[in-house]
T-cell receptor
Framework: SQQGEEDPQALSIQEGENATMNCSYK?????LQWYRQNSGRGLVHLIL?????REKHSGRLRVTLDTSKKSSSLLITASRAADTASYFC???????FGAGTRLTVKP | GAVVSQHPSWVICKSGTSVKIECRSL??????MFWYRQFPKQSLMLMAT?????????EQGVEKDKFLINHASLTLSTLTVTSAHPEDSSFYIC?????????????FGPGTRLTVT
């Protein structure tokens, strides 16, 4: 079974709002990665956070990691319609994916 | 970021024929490559992991004789769907992971859409 599990499975927000999605995993990790997939396309690597990091920023993306809870969150601030996609997390030692979070940003 | 290409981007073949899909890392050496398939509105399902020069490790339930994987060089892995059937129609995606400064970062190809008629 997969290591990363995303939550919620679907999220619908208005443009300009923030979107938060979560990822839980089972075993200890060296790092965790977040990806985005637009419909019918490959995955785009968004951000990697290492196990000794608690928070990381990249543009409008903010990722947190809580190794004690074995969870991570991805926050997209000031969302845009172009952010509409599915988002997945995966850990370094297990590149199996969960169902992902399908984000819809309404203009 | 690093670039991974796939060829072809889409292919239609007749039932019973074989189809080869190529995955190339264009600007880095990929020590490990992964092959996934994805059905509409579903997540990616890992099929196999391959390391250059060694046999691929297949996930449970994936037929290794049907989905032949060859990782012959550090920049190329191929997936051959043998004796394809309509149920093999799917979106196949590869990803590559290399060493260097970002050994854990994984880069995905754009995918290959296979339709078996």
């Amino acid at each position: 079974s997969q290591q990363g599990e995303e939550d919620p499975q679907a999220l619908s927000i208005q443009e300009g709002e923030n979107a938060t999605m979560n990822c839980s995993y089972k075993t200890s990790i060296n790092n965790l990665q977040w990806y985005r997939q637009n419909s019918g396309r490959g995955l785009v690597h968004l951000i990697l956070i290492r196990s000794n990091e608690r928070e990381k920023h990249s543009g409008r993306l903010r990722v947190t990691l809580d190794t004690s809870k074995k969870s991570s969150s991805l926050l997209i601030t000031a969302s845009r319609a172009a952010d509409t996609a599915s988002y997945f997390c995966a850990t370094d030692d297990d590149m199996r994916f969960g169902a992902g979070t399908r984000l819809t940003v309404k203009p | 970021g690093a670039v991974v290409s796939q060829h072809p981007s889409w292919v239609i073949c007749k039932s019973g024929t074989s189809v080869k899909i190529e995955c190339r890392s264009l600007d880095f050496q990929a020590t490990t490559m992964f092959w996934y398939r994805q059905f509409p509105k579903q997540s990616l399902m890992l099929m196999a992991t391959s390391n250059e020069g060694s046999k691929a490790t297949y996930e449970q339930g994936v037929e290794k004789d049907k989905f032949l994987i060859n990782h012959a060089s550090l920049t190329l892995s191929t997936l051959t769907v043998t004796s394809a059937h309509p149920e093999d129609s799917s979106f196949y995606i590869c990803s590559a992971r290399g060493g260097g400064e970002a050994p854990y970062e994984q880069y995905f190809g754009p995918g290959t859409r296979l339709t078996v008629t």
